[in-house]
């Protein structure tokens, strides 16, 4: 199994261009959700979804969409992208949240590296 | 400021010795969780501690749980080179869907 796959690893993009990440998991996965990650700041979290056809709003959304139209993929688009969104992007999938409250562990994609001039 | 932090920021140890590494937080939680992020890599899972739950341990690792102070701790014993990796904690808030993560800590060990 691959796991998580995020598309692409780089881009560089100049202010005002848009552009879509994919992320694709294998492990049948209820819920996805899309991280950025800045020096000293750890992840924020930006959207995520918790079924085909959901999605909700993280801590930092502004600027960004997402959609979930297949169970295995989230995509993350960036509009009109601004230096503000240089950053490293993770996108995370787990099992669904139990009703006992049985948390389950994120599985990580590699990242996506983004530029933006 | 955000849910998890972490202490201390960076952390550089000899071969062999243990690393303690600390994390706070301010809210009602479900579970705690330590994950685990070699450079330029994703986040990899490495435990899990429920609220009712005080220790646990896997191989190497051992984590404590203290709800009444709202902070948990990562010991990692006999380190060795290939533990140099950024270290972050993870809180499930009771009634939400996702994690939130601390600002990590820099974890060097040295030959």
């Known amino acids: 199994n691959a796991g998580v796959t995020q598309t692409p690893k780089f881009r560089v993009l100049k202010t005002g261009q848009s552009m879509t990440l994919l992320c694709a998991q294998d492990m049948n996965h209820e819920y996805m959700y899309w991280y950025r990650q800045d020096p000293g700041m750890g992840l924020r979290l930006i959207h995520y979804s918790v079924g085909e056809g959901t999605t909700a709003k993280g801590e930092v959304p502004d600027g960004y969409n997402v959609s979930r139209l297949k169970k295995q993929n989230f995509l993350l688009g960036l509009e009109s992208a601004a230096p503000s969104q240089t950053s490293v992007y993770f996108c995370?999938?787990?099992?669904?949240?139990?009703?006992?409250?049985?948390?389950?562990?994120?599985?990580f994609g590699p990242g996506t590296r983004l530029t933006v001039l | 400021s955000q849910q998890g932090e972490e202490d201390p920021q960076a952390l550089s140890i000899q071969e062999g010795e243990n690393a303690t590494m600390n994390c706070s937080y301010k809210t009602s939680i479900n579970n705690l969780q330590w994950y685990r992020q070699n450079s330029g890599r994703g986040l990899v899972h490495l435990i899990l501690?429920?609220?009712?739950?005080r220790e646990k341990h896997s191989g190497r690792l051992r984590v404590t749980l203290d709800t009444s102070k709202k902070s948990s701790s990562l010991l990692i014993t006999a380190s060795r080179a290939a533990d140099t990796a950024s270290y972050f904690c993870a809180t499930a808030i009771q009634g939400a869907q996702k994690l939130v993560f601390g600002q990590g800590t820099r974890l060097t060990i040295n030959p």
């Open positions: 995370a999938s787990s099992y669904p949240w139990g009703l006992a409250g049985a948390y389950n562990e994120q599985f």
């Open positions: 501690i429920r609220s009712n739950e």
